[in-house]
T-cell receptor, first 111, second 111 residues
Framework: NAGVTQTPKFRVLKTGQSMTLLCAQDMNHEYMYWYRQDPGMGLRLIHYSVGEGTTAKGEVPDGYNVSRLKKQNFLLGLESAAPSQTSVYFC??????????FGPGTRLTVL | RKEVEQDPGPFNVPEGATVAFNCTYSNSASQSFFWYRQDCRKEPKLLMSVYSSGNEDGRFTAQLNRASQYISLLIRDSKLSDSATYLCVVMWMDSSYKLIFGSGTRLLVRP
C-alpha cells in the first residue's frame, strides 16, 4: 500500500496563477483532510470531506476550493494564488480508530 | 486564546534523561486526544492516543486530566532518535471528526 500520496512535492507560483494539489489514498478511508502548516502556527484545517461527493470548510478555507469526486482522491485548488498562501500543505485520511495518516506534503511558494 | 496550547521549547536534554511535555486545551467538549510526532520537513505521524486512565507504550507515557483540561507526555531514557517536534492533538466528536493541533514542542536530545 502506498498510503497517502501527494502531488506535486514542490511548486513555485506567481501571484494570480492557479493550481491544483492532488491527494490520493489507497486505504479506503471515508474521511480526508487538507491542512496548511506555517512556522509557529501548527497545522490548520483548510477543508475536509466525510465521504465521496461531500466537502466542508475548515478553519482557513478562504482562497481554496476542494473536490471529492472519487473516494480515493481529494483535490485542493487555488484559484488565484497569493503570497499569503506560501506554506506547506498536508493531506490526511482517517481510519475507523481516528488515526490520521498524512501524505508527505507539498511545499508551495507564491512569489 | 488558542484552542490547544503547548510550550514551543526547545527542550534540550542529554541522552538518558526523562523529559515531560504538557498541553492544555480550551474546549471541554473535546473527546479524543493524541500525541503526534513530526520530524523536520516530514509529515506528522501518530505517536500514541491518550486514554482517560493513562497509557504507556515503552518509554512513552501519556496522561489526561479532564478536570484541568491538560494532557501530558513523558519520555523516559531519551534517545538521540527522539529529537523531533511533538504535537498535541484533540478531536471534537462532532460529525466532522476534526483534529485541532497544537503548535508543537521541539525536543533536542544531545549525546
Amino acid at each position: 500500500n502506498a498510503g497517502v500520496t501527494q502531488t506535486p512535492k514542490f511548486r513555485v507560483l506567481k501571484t494570480g496563477q492557479s493550481m491544483t494539489l492532488l491527494c490520493a489514498q489507497d486505504m479506503n478511508h471515508e474521511y480526508m483532510y487538507w491542512y496548511r502548516q506555517d512556522p509557529g502556527m501548527g497545522l490548520r484545517l483548510i477543508h475536509y470531506s466525510v465521504g465521496e461527493g461531500t466537502t466542508a470548510k475548515g478553519e482557513v478555507p478562504d482562497g481554496y476550493n476542494v473536490s471529492r469526486l472519487k473516494k480515493q482522491n481529494f483535490l485542493l485548488g487555488l484559484e488565484s494564488a497569493a503570497p499569503s498562501q506560501t506554506s506547506v500543505y498536508f493531506c490526511a485520511s482517517m481510519d475507523r480508530a481516528n488515526e490520521q495518516f498524512f501524505g508527505p506534503g507539498t511545499r508551495l511558494t507564491v512569489l | 486564546r488558542k484552542e490547544v496550547e503547548q510550550d514551543p521549547g526547545p527542550f534540550n536534554v542529554p541522552e538518558g534523561a526523562t523529559v515531560a511535555f504538557n498541553c492544555t486545551y480550551s474546549n471541554s467538549a473535546s473527546q479524543s486526544f493524541f500525541w503526534y510526532r513530526q520530524d523536520c520537513r516530514k509529515e506528522p505521524k501518530l505517536l500514541m492516543s491518550v486514554y482517560s486512565s493513562g497509557n504507556e507504550d515503552g518509554r512513552f507515557t501519556a496522561q489526561l486530566n479532564r478536570a484541568s483540561q491538560y494532557i501530558s507526555l513523558l519520555i523516559r531514557d531519551s534517545k538521540l532518535s527522539d529529537s523531533a517536534t511533538y504535537l498535541c492533538v484533540v478531536m471534537w466528536m462532532d460529525s466532522s471528526y476534526k483534529l485541532i493541533f497544537g503548535s508543537g514542542t521541539r525536543l533536542l536530545v544531545r549525546p
